[in-house]
Structures are given as structure tokens and as C-alpha cells.
């Protein structure tokens, strides 16, 4: 039988995996995904998701499903009121001594949810659980394939491709596919990762932890109060509490049900040693609640870690998620990082498979993408070791959470602008600077509001001051010439976008005839103080050298940026 021919093989089915499913679609891209797992995640992790993960959720037409399917998050420092409603949550981390002494708990890190001059959306909260059915249902509705409890045994790359063989694990039956490119979405231990010798760097193994699910009456004592996550220093048994979301069919908390986590040692006790009744004691000394009633739902042992992969991708290969870097869960960074990472190498992946780009465009996935990995690693890593142990050396290194999760920026060769020294920056610089997220402006669209962060969904944008007639005839030459997708937008009163506030010049410090050049990820990538002489030829000029397409016999080299 023939091999089955696909542009894109997917192996690994969550947040990432899905992530990439519907992002390829989003773009056109035929991908075949597959996951060893009867279904999606029944287990309720990864609930926060970040601003900038829900822009893109945004631009997949998502955002108003996410928000329909989980609570809403308060600003933490509401979480002191008693009685909340259950459908909502404060965003905030505490610490307290126990459970008894809850009104004297001090915060630990509240991350702000005042981010409407930076976004156009917010964060929300939607277990890992309930957002994977939604991007496996839109990926599948904009054409992708998606096929669980089926598993890739083995794996060979050329120069050409990826041939692989996939085994249904119901039929057994074993197949063989043939894909111009594979994305390992594979998990922490990632097979694909080792089979390649890719290499880790990092802090290693932290700890075997044990995660339980668990129900106690606890109203009486917590009053109705709501919190993310509640260490607890108990020198007998310390650990971490937080409120899980009920199964997805539900909408609501269960006010009795919980999630406690703790090290342990292997070498001390195996993971199976850890019965329900062992698990119930520890909750019981943790809390400060002796005589606790605790019923075990569910024990599970995982392994703390903090590694990042020393490269993202191996000829027709690409890392991406926990393959890519895995680090503690503090900062809720993990998940997020994995539906970026996606995002980022799906427009890549497109462009190079349409031939609006050359192959050389993929490997600026792994020089943004890589720095920001372990940037964000070690954010994690910073906040897991801070609460558990405060010092002035750390709060130095730690960088504000919207930082982490928006100010990011990128340095490649996909960008026409100067390096930058570090990924994450100590504040927001959302000017219009190349290598970062074009900074969020409502602009007016005829008797609507747009966003500058929602124009490029699926295209290049070219965002030109109100004196931008001559960038409207150069991006329309360069689009019919290359077939590039490229969009210019005109802001001014006679423009296709209107700028009521007066923002967009005052914030890029563009000229009239200024423009930003912005990637179908949102990133700026070149920016023109204002009109060169030779609007198209540099336009063309810079799109070949960001998307990597053969050089032209002239202009040899694309100009600097202009900022």
C-alpha cells in the first residue's frame, strides 16, 4: 500500500498538538494529527491562560467560547471576601500556616489583570479539560485530521520529508504516512526528541510530586473565600492547595472538591506506597485539620522539572511545547508557551509549503522561540524557588507577569531591526519596535472598533500613517509580484482605519508617511520612519530577506530598519 501523503504530521494531542492542528488550518495547511490517548485530557491543569495566548485564541474566531466555558478571574486581591460566587475565581497566590489560620495568610503573587492598554482581551480561566475539546473541534471543522488512540512507532527523516509508521491501537492495523515535515508536540519525555539525540539544559529534575484529587468539607473554614493556588509550609507535610474546576460538563467549582500536591522521595517511598489513606493524613497535617473527613478521588505522581531543549529543530523535525522546554508549573507559563510556540511555526510552516517563503524562514522558529523557552523557564523556575523561599536576590530577577506573558520579544533573522539583549525586557516597550508584539490601539473600522493587534490573522500587514497612499500602491505591487499576503491599512481620517485617539503616531513615533511592517503573529517586523524613494523596491527588498526568498539580482542586501 502507498505511504498517505500529508504536508504536516502532528504527533501529540494536547494543548500544543491541537494547537498546531488548528493553527496550520487556520492557514490552509492539510495536517494529520496523532495522539496515543483514547481522548482528550479529563484532568483539570493548565487553567490560566495568558492575554496573549488568548489573542490568538482571538484570531481563530475562539475567544468568546474560551470565555463561555470556564469562570471568570477577579483581581486577586479580591480574594479575602467571603461567600464569592462560584463562578468566579480571584487570580492570586497565597501563603498561609494552615487552613485554620486562612485570614492571615499574606499574598504571595497576584498577577495583574489590568492589562487593557496592552490587549484587546484579558486572561481567562479554562482547564486544560475544557479548552482542548475546543481546539480539537475547530481544527477538525477547518479540515485537519485528528486521530486519537493511535501512535507513531517509528520515524525516519530525509532531505525531503518525514516517513513514519502509525498504528491504530484498536485495530492494530499499521500504516505508513509520508510528511514533508513533522511536529513533535510529544510531551516532557518526548520520544521524538530522544530518537533525534536533541539534548537538555537546565536545572533537571526538581522533585517527584503527587498530585491528589481529593473531597473535604471545607466551607466552614474557607468561608467561601477563592484563590489559585495556597501553599502550605507545614514542617510535617508541606504542599500546595488550589481549586480545581469541575469536570467540563459542569459549569461551576464544587465547593468540596480539591487539589493537594507534595513531594516526595522515591528512594523513601515508591509512588504506589501512597495509598488513599496515606494521601488523606498528609492533607489532614497539612491543613491543620486533624480530624478532616478526606475522601481520595484520584492519586497521580508526576515529575518536577526545569530543562530546555538545545535546539527546536532537526532538519524536517520541529520541537515544539514540553518537548521543547518543561519547567515547574509556577507562573501558569507551561501551556501557554506550547500554543505559542504553535503559533509561531505554523504561519512558517505555511508560507514555506505555499512558496511565498524559502526553507531558511524555519529556522528562525528555534532563534525566537528557543531564547523566549528558556527566558520563560526561568521565570518559572524563580517564582517556584521565591514563594518557597523569599530573597532579594530573586524579587531582582523576577519579571512582572504581563512581561512574561506579552513583553516578550524576538531577535531573527525574520526580523529587520537590531538585537535585543535579553528576551524578556524589565518593561513594556510596545512602540512599534521591531521584535516585539505590535502594541494594541483601537482603531475605527466604518461603524466598528478594531484592534491593531487583530489586522494581520492570517497575512503580513503593512500599517502606514495617514500620508500613506504611495505605501498602498507599493504593498499591492509587491503582493501581485511575489504572492505574498500582504494587506496595507492606511490610519488617518481618509484612510481604511481611523484613529479617534489620536494614538498611532504618538505611540510608534512614526512620521505621516511612517509604517510598520507587521507578521502574520502579530510582531512587527521592519518599521519606515516614513516614505523611502523607492517605496516598492524597499518593501520587496525586506519581505525577501524576512521571509528568506532567493535573492534578487538587486538591491543585494534589504535596507536597515529604521528603528
Not at 488568548?54 to 478571574?73: F, H, I, S, Y
Request: aromatic share 6%.
Amino acid at each position: 500500500m502507498p505511504a498517505e501523503e500529508v504536508p504536516v504530521l502532528i504527533v501529540g494531542g494536547g494543548l500544543t498538538g491541537l494547537s498546531a492542528a488548528l493553527f496550520l488550518s487556520q492557514h490552509g495547511v492539510d495536517c494529520r494529527l496523532v495522539e496515543k490517548h483514547r481522548g482528550t485530557t479529563v484532568l483539570t491543569r493548565a487553567s490560566g491562560i495568558s492575554s496573549r495566548t488568548m489573542e490568538l485564541l482571538r484570531d481563530a474566531g475562539l475567544e468568546q467560547t474560551v470565555v463561555e466555558r470556564g469562570p471568570k478571574l477577579i483581581e486577586g486581591a479580591r480574594w479575602r471576601e467571603l461567600g464569592q460566587p462560584a463562578n468566579q475565581i480571584p487570580w492570586v497566590v497565597i501563603r498561609a500556616n494552615g487552613l485554620h489560620d486562612l485570614e492571615n495568610a499574606v499574598t504571595v503573587e497576584e498577577p495583574s489583570l489590568d492589562v487593557g492598554h496592552l490587549s484587546p482581551t484579558r486572561p481567562y480561566w479554562c482547564g486544560q479539560d475544557r479548552l482542548e475539546p475546543i481546539l480539537r473541534d475547530e481544527a477538525v471543522r477547518r479540515g485537519a485530521r485528528i486521530d486519537f488512540n493511535t501512535r507513531m512507532d517509528a520515524f525516519t527523516a530525509d532531505t525531503d520529508g518525514v516517513t513514519a509508521t502509525i498504528v491504530d491501537r484498536t485495530t492494530g492495523e499499521e500504516t505508513t504516512v509520508r510528511a514533508r515535515y513533522l511536529i513533535a508536540a510529544d510531551g516532557v519525555r518526548s520520544p521524538v526528541r530522544e530518537e533525534l539525540g536533541i539534548t537538555r539544559t537546565g536545572h533537571g529534575t526538581i522533585g517527584n510530586a503527587m498530585s491528589v484529587l481529593f473531597k473535604a468539607d471545607l466551607k466552614e473554614t474557607v468561608k467561601g473565600r477563592r484563590f489559585v493556588i495556597c501553599y502550605l509550609p507545614n514542617p510535617a507535610e508541606p504542599g500546595v492547595l488550589q481549586m480545581p474546576e469541575v469536570p467540563a460538563v459542569l459549569q461551576l467549582f464544587d465547593e468540596e472538591r480539591w487539589i493537594f500536591g507534595f513531594f516526595y522521595d522515591p528512594r523513601e517511598a515508591a509512588a504506589e506506597e501512597f495509598t488513599d489513606e496515606r494521601c488523606a493524613q498528609i492533607i489532614r497535617t497539612a491543613t491543620g485539620m486533624p480530624d478532616l473527613a478526606v475522601e481520595v478521588q484520584m492519586a497521580r505522581p508526576w515529575e518536577m522539572s526545569h530543562n530546555s531543549a538545545r535546539s527546536y529543530r532537526h532538519g524536517r523535525v520541529f520541537l515544539a511545547g514540553d518537548a521543547a522546554h518543561v519547567h515547574p508549573p509556577a507562573g501558569a507559563f507551561g501551556a501557554n508557551g506550547g500554543i505559542q510556540d504553535a503559533h509561531n511555526l505554523s504561519w512558517k510552516l505555511a508560507a514555506v509549503l505555499n512558496g511565498t517563503a524559502g526553507d531558511a524562514l524555519l529556522d528562525t522558529y528555534e532563534q525566537e522561540r528557543l531564547p523566549i523557552g528558556a527566558a520563560v523557564a526561568e521565570q518559572a523556575w524563580i517564582r517556584h524557588t521565591w514563594r518557597l523561599n523569599d530573597s532579594e536576590e530573586l524579587r531582582r530577577a523576577l519579571r512582572e507577569s504581563t512581561l512574561v506573558a506579552t513583553g516578550y520579544r524576538y531577535t531573527s533573522d525574520a526580523i529587520a531591526g537590531p538585537a535585543h539583549p535579553e528576551p524578556i525586557p524589565t518593561e513594556h516597550d510596545l512602540t512599534g519596535t521591531p521584535g516585539h508584539r505590535v502594541p494594541h490601539l483601537w482603531l475605527g473600522r466604518g461603524s466598528d472598533r478594531v484592534s491593531t493587534v487583530d489586522l494581520s490573522t492570517d497575512q503580513f500587514v503593512l500599517l502606514t500613517g495617514p500620508a500613506g497612499a504611495e505605501w498602498q500602491t507599493a504593498a499591492d505591487k509587491v503582493a501581485q509580484e511575489t504572492g505574498i499576503p500582504l494587506q496595507c491599512c492606511t490610519v488617518g481620517p481618509e484612510g481604511q482605519l481611523t484613529d479617534p485617539d489620536g494614538a498611532f503616531l504618538s505611540t510608534t513615533g512614526l512620521t505621516d508617511s511612517g509604517a510598520l511592517l507587521i507578521r502574520p503573529d502579530d510582531f512587527v517586523a521592519w518599521r519606515a520612519e516614513s516614505l523611502p524613494e523607492d517605496a516598492p523596491g524597499t518593501l520587496r527588498t525586506v519581505l525577501d530577506r524576512i521571509l528568506a526568498r532567493p535573492t534578487r539580482t538587486a538591491p543585494a542586501t534589504a535596507p536597515a530598519t529604521e528603528g
